[in-house]
């Protein structure tokens, strides 16, 4: 089977697919990758748990990204496989036993995280501080981000402040990492995070050369809004006043903001019952995210064989082909109103959390990923 199509017409018309296809835009990806490069004033990190699809990677990768922020050893692999230049970075607190010393030994991983005094004996048994730079993690909340990341990993101001004094003693170059969370719905959550971070660092005796500010960026859903990538990254440059090394460097990581764009989802219809659409992917598969209630659809167009659907819309009810009562999708979409068995839906914006999270529950899975390559084809949103 070809695994690269002009557009979603010519994908539909060739393999009318049972299973779900999930299409890879790379000139979307592309577009992602520049405003993110362009507009953030320093080293971005592709956190690649948000998709670690080797298309799309290999789209992230074209597009300019050179580093990439992995939480494992699988992850790190997974890069390789891909490109021999993309820097990972082993930004996990918590790693597998040896997992660091293989990073270090095999892959020539640099940067690691901690945020604890134990987590740092056990990098400092396993990597040569020598060769390495040790973040310390440093928790910050703020209200606006929908998914705290630091409930689970981050050190408080005092025990920052150690860490990087013992970072330093072990002599490895010690830097601060700290993450806002994740669909961070106001700039504000970094001005936040960053000034508490310039006041933990104003009592540090010397001067960091790397600040990684974490991902977050949030992306809008239908029903979902978020504020425009400029907004972040304005809000970043006026709020990042850090006193550095000469040479001293922001980071960021996103993972949502470059992953969610480029990929969609089409799905066939197996069966209508009045306004509930019953589709061969489900809350087991792509649409796992939508669980955890951030946001609760996707945007969305329908396919009758390689036509797009027009005409008078109507509100449908969505649930996927597992037994599972709970598989349905939260949000009402909108669609043609004859839509029918054997219809296919385009998904957009399904890129981030999404093909990571499938399961092969009940026996449905597709790993189908195809790359649609005419400029001109976009995905729907
Ligand atoms: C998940 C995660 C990210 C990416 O978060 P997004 O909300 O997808 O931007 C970045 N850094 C760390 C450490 C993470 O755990």
Not at 84 to 113: I, K, S, W
Not at 239 to 267: I, Q, T, Y
Not at 351 to 367: E, P, T
């Amino acid at each position: 089977m070809s695994d690269s199509f002009k557009s979603v017409a010519a994908m539909l018309a060739d393999l009318r697919p049972v299973d779900p296809v999930y299409c890879v835009y790379p000139h979307v990806y592309r577009a992602a990758a520049e405003e993110f490069l362009t507009g953030f004033p320093g080293r971005v990190l592709y956190a690649i748990k948000a998709n670690n699809e080797p298309k799309v990677l290999q789209a992230l990768f074209h597009a300019g990204i050179q580093h990439v922020d992995c939480a494992s050893l699988q992850e790190i692999r997974e890069v390789r496989a891909i490109s021999h230049d993309a820097q990972c970075y082993f930004m996990n607190p918590v790693r597998l036993r040896g997992a660091a010393r293989t990073a270090q030994q095999e892959f020539g991983v640099r940067h690691f995280v901690v945020d604890h005094a134990d987590g740092l004996k056990l990098l400092l048994g396993e990597i040569d501080p020598l060769q390495a730079v040790i973040f310390v993690r440093l928790a910050v909340h703020h209200k606006s981000a929908r998914v705290d990341l630091s409930s689970k990993f981050g050190a408080s101001a005092e025990e920052t402040l150690t860490l990087l004094q013992a970072v330093a003693d072990a002599g490895a170059e010690p830097a601060l990492a700290f993450n806002v969370g994740s669909h961070v719905m106001s700039p504000d959550a970094y001005v936040h995070a960053i000034n508490t971070a310039i006041t933990v660092l104003e009592r540090l005796p010397f001067k960091l050369r790397l600040i990684d500010i974490g991902g977050g960026y949030a992306k809008p859903y239908p029903g979902f809004a978020a504020p425009p990538m400029a907004d972040y990254f304005a809000a970043i440059v006026e709020a990042a006043r850090f006193s550095l090394l000469d040479n001293g460097e922001l980071m960021a990581e996103p993972g949502r903001a470059l992953a969610a764009p480029g990929l969609s989802a089409v799905v066939e219809v197996l069966l209508r019952k009045g306004n509930r659409l019953y589709l061969n992917d489900g809350l087991y598969g792509v649409f796992w995210e939508l669980r955890y209630h951030a946001h609760d659809r996707y945007p969305a167009r329908a396919w009758r064989g390689a036509e797009p659907m027009t005409g008078e819309t109507q509100a449908f009810q969505l649930l996927g082909p597992t037994c599972d009562s709970d598989d349905k999708l939260p949000g009402l979409v909108d669609l043609p109103a004859d839509i029918a068995i054997g219809d296919y839906i385009e998904f957009g914006s399904i890129g981030a959390y999404s093909l990571g999270g499938r399961s092969d529950f009940n026996g449905f899975y597709s790993n189908t990923v195809v790359n649609i390559t005419d400029p001109l084809s976009l995905p729907p949103g």
